[in-house]
C-alpha cells in the first residue's frame, strides 16, 4: 500500500516567485493535513482538511499560502509569492476516521527560497 | 491548554543496548491518545507506536514499547536491542478525544546510536 506522496521533494526557487506543492494522501484517509518544520518553531500545522473540505487554516502564515483540496486524492499547497523566510520543509500527512488513528506523513518537500 | 514535555534533547546509547525515551504531559482530559513519531536524517516523519489512555496495555510494536503511566502523565518509549538505524529525532505527540486532528508536539529527543 502506498504512503503519502508528496512532490516535488525539493525546491529551489528565487524569492517572489510561484510554488506549489503537492500532496497525495493514502487510498481511503479522509483527513489531510499540511505541516510546516523549521529549526526555530519546530513542527506547525498550516491547515487541515476533513472529507475535502477545509476544517481549520489558522495556522496558515498570511495570505501568500493557499491550500486546496479538489478531491479525495489530491491537495496543493501554493505559496505566491515566496519569500526567504518560507525556506522550511513542508509535510503532508492523512489519517482516517478511526478514532486511536495516527497520522501518517509523506516524506516532505524541501523548500529553499533565495 | 495541553502540553507535552520531552526533557531529554539528546540521547545516546550503544549498539544493541536497551534505552529509555522520556515524555510527560499535561493534561485534564481522561481520553486521549498518544504517540511517538521517528524522524531519521531523512526527515521523513514515521508513526512508531501509539497508546490509548484508556487503555491500561502498554502498546508494542517489534522492538519498541511504551511504559504509560496515566496517573503519573508520563508516556515513555523503550527501544530494545538498539541498531544504527534507530538514530534519528524521535517526538511525542498527544491527542485528545475530543479532537479528531489536532496534535500537540514536544520539542524532541535526538537519539545517537554509538557503533
Known amino acids: 500500500d502506498a504512503g503519502v506522496i508528496q512532490s516535488p521533494r525539493h525546491e529551489v526557487t528565487e524569492m517572489g516567485q510561484e510554488v506549489t506543492l503537492r500532496c497525495k494522501p493514502i487510498s481511503g484517509h479522509n483527513s489531510l493535513f499540511w505541516y510546516r518544520q523549521t529549526m526555530m518553531r519546530g513542527l506547525e500545522l498550516l491547515i487541515y482538511?476533513?472529507?475535502?473540505?477545509?476544517?481549520?487554516d489558522s495556522g496558515m502564515p498570511e495570505d501568500r499560502f493557499s491550500a486546496k483540496m479538489p478531491n479525495a486524492s489530491f491537495s496543493t499547497l501554493k505559496i505566491q509569492p515566496s519569500e526567504p523566510r518560507d525556506s522550511a520543509v513542508y509535510f503532508c500527512?492523512?489519517?482516517?476516521?478511526?478514532?486511536?488513528?495516527?497520522?501518517?506523513f509523506g516524506p516532505g518537500t524541501r523548500l529553499l527560497v533565495l | 491548554a495541553q502540553t507535552v514535555t520531552q526533557s531529554q534533547p539528546e540521547m545516546s546509547v550503544q549498539e544493541a543496548e536497551t534505552v529509555t525515551l522520556s515524555c510527560t504531559y499535561d493534561?485534564?482530559?481522561?481520553?486521549?491518545?498518544l504517540f511517538w513519531y521517528k524522524q531519521p536524517p531523512s526527515r521523513q516523519m514515521i508513526l512508531v507506536i501509539r497508546?490509548?489512555?484508556?487503555k491500561q496495555q502498554n502498546a508494542t510494536e517489534n522492538r519498541f514499547s511504551v511504559n504509560f503511566q496515566k496517573a503519573a502523565k508520563s508516556f515513555s518509549l523503550k527501544i530494545s536491542d538498539s541498531q544504527l538505524g534507530d538514530a534519528a529525532m524521535y517526538f511525542c505527540?498527544?491527542?485528545?478525544?475530543?479532537?479528531?486532528?489536532?496534535?500537540?508536539w514536544g520539542a524532541g529527543t535526538k537519539l545517537i546510536i554509538k557503533p
Open positions: 497508546q490509548e489512555a484508556y
Open positions: 505527540a498527544y491527542r485528545s478525544a475530543l479532537s479528531n486532528y489536532q496534535l500537540i
Open positions: 493534561t485534564s482530559e481522561s481520553d486521549y491518545y
Open positions: 500527512a492523512s489519517s482516517t476516521r478511526r478514532v486511536a488513528g495516527g497520522q501518517y
Open positions: 482538511f476533513n472529507n475535502n473540505v477545509p476544517i481549520d
